[in-house]
């Protein structure tokens, strides 16, 4: 932990009274009186994100250790004649401009690069098993076959283009935000690779076009060389493209809607993967944006991996890049003249505020990450493997392994012998992918709207006061800050809680009667409100998915015990009919083998990027059953023996040595004793229930749309194409939340999307090529009636509700 100045973005601003209704609600003065005994200010202590991983890369971390010294944050927007080398009044009027002029620019040679990407041997072969050219042909027919890749392919970075978009871009982000926050801590690391010649490609999550935007602006800002973008978006106005083409976006072809539709074309990756070649080799930067949803994107990260296993790269180094929003801009997928303007008018006008927070991570090399061989591949197994023996067998052990995700990278990156979704190649394309998703979102901050959206979606779904609120912010922010997680927020209790609530009016009522002595919160019950919230609380269960895997598995667990009629004991200061006043004692005891094994089953439906890569599901397991102990939902039993627990002597005499972090069974019988031994037994402050349902919370949502999924899908006509069975279900679900009136988190696209796509890894779905693409149908073995609902109790267990 560091301690820093507090130069959060709420430090130099002036917070409006929230509008409900035409109603101005002045609340502060009254959560001001309450809340005296709340530290007065969040945000003081940060701590240091984004380093390199100990485990695949210790060469890349210990090269930079000592060097992250505590540099703050700078406000992207706020240009002013100190960053220039002028003094005036006309300059403090025109320093923006004066400030892009003088930012430098790196060549961007293009000279050549057709004849270059051209002369390649992938592309030659494509083209001779594409066209059945003759061996010796006509170069010139040739090169006509790549002219639908040659605006690509010629992509550049114009320097006076460039400066006066980044100028236009500064001015129109200064018109959306409040501030775009950059954490400089790991920017002079980015300075000396730069120095030393590395290749740096950065990394981050697609969230928004903005994003294709915002880290060029950044880098373009602190004299860094602007990248090379990788733009998934379909752009169909001509003007706007030819823009983009020469400020170093690279585009999709003009006949593609979708990266899945360029990826149909057999010439589409040959020549990209040596674009990338011809790139690299001019010693440019790469930006590459990847989906968590789909894995999109991770196919530009296998090019390079495949560069570097065929020596035609030395190495490059990858740099996470956090991205965090106080309201996540809205996303456009077909960018046109009109839709652009439509776009940015709607942002200018509602003028929804809110601040932006990168943090560039720690650069790491690719080369050291695969040949090390500390990158975990090994024990990979299809999800039916590690779960179909357990939902339709009722298996009590587990498959120990990890889920594996040929999803995540189509099979059109690799030759013909690589295809197989089993080979270790393709594997560690597949474990690079998986790292690169889980840092990003690791070295993202959480912002305010984040974190109250999760504290009124998962622990005050009925309302809340704005005291409780605020004390409640205080608590979840010093949680996130013990977990090392950087908070993008900053300033007295009261102005953080009053910005986010501003920033999140449309999706709330905010009740305030001059009886009640502060307002009332509650979340809107409609579709647009809980997708909203939902999106903003997601970075929050990324922090907290261990102790969130360890709730539902207690939860199942007392689940099972309350069905199976098990008596239990109650504490109480008073029974008053059925109502029982003070707390309920469960006289149930939880054994840790059967504990970690719901665990481990829960871990492997998670969707990517969730669980750490490097780490194997077992021992994940083991530390989401030991985290509700540090949070005091689970104590340790104590059960009488024979011999005392202090004794550590075996019975021969010798010692025994063992950790708890060991995911792997010891040979040691003594080891063995105590592993059966050891239990648990929910603790009984007031606090813990509502920690332990917040937790489980977190996870209801992926959970509630499996179990809908699978309930719904004797109601589809199948086989059905990939795109048609997936706008089926989203239907589905939506149709469902709307007859139960809540639940709606578990309706979006994106989690209709996750739904199939485990069920389809489950084996429950079957896909079948044709000629019209992908089609999807129910497996015979899942065309069972007992087999779904044997599946739809097996996750169901997990939900508390």
Known sequence: MVQEQNDGINSNMVLPPIQQNGLALSWEMKVKKKLKTVPPCLGKFRPIVGQCCHQCTPDSLRKKLGQNSSLGFHNLLSVNETHTRYRGWLVRRVCCALFVSGCKVYSSPVSNRLERVYESNRVKEALKAEHKAPEGGDSQGQLNHLSPFLPLINTCISPSLLRFLS????????SMFGSVQVNLNHLPALHRASQEGSLLVYV?????????????????????RVPYTVCPFHITSSSIRSILKKVGVVLLPTSAVTEQDAEMDSLYNPVMTSLVRELLHEGQAISVGVSAESGRGGQWLARIRQLIKEGSVPDVSLVPVGISYDCVPKIITQVGLSSVLQWFWSL??????????????????????????RCRVDEWLPLQDLLLPVILN?????????????WLLPSSHYAAELKEPTHPERDLSIAIILHLIFSAASCTAVMSTSLVSSLLLYRHRKGVCASVLCRDVAWLTEELLFRNKDVGFGGSLEEVVHYSLSLLAPHLIIAAVPSRKDPFIVPCRSLAATLHLTLQAQIVTHTFISEAVGACAVSAMLCEVVGSGVSSRVRSDGVDGEQVNGDMEFDVVLCQSELTERALQLCHLLPPGFMPPCQSSQSFALDAVDSLVRCGILIMEEIPRDVPICDFWKKEGALSWTTADDPYHSDSDCDMEEKDLRSYKISQPRQCPDMLFFLCSMLAGHLRALCWTTTGLELLHTPLPEADFVAQIHSHLCDTANKKKRHYESCSEEAAHTAVRSLIDLGVLSEECQKG???LGVSPLFQLSENRQKLHRFISQYLYN
Do not use: Y
Request: net charge positive; charged share 15%; proline share 4%.
């Open 773 to 775: 693409g992908v089609f």
């Open 167 to 174: 100028w236009v871009m500064l001015k129109m982000l200064s």
């Open 394 to 406: 009722n298996r009590t052990d587990s498959v120990f392994g990890g889920r594996r995700m040929p």
């Open 348 to 373: 200018l006008w509602m003028r929804t505020g809110g601040s932006v927070r990168i943090h560039f991570a720690q650069p790491f090399s690719l080369k050291e990450m695969c040949e090390s061989g």
């Open 204 to 224: 981050h999550l697609r969230q928004s076009i903005v994003d294709c935007a915002l880290i060029p602006l950044v880098l373009f800002s602190h004299n860094l």
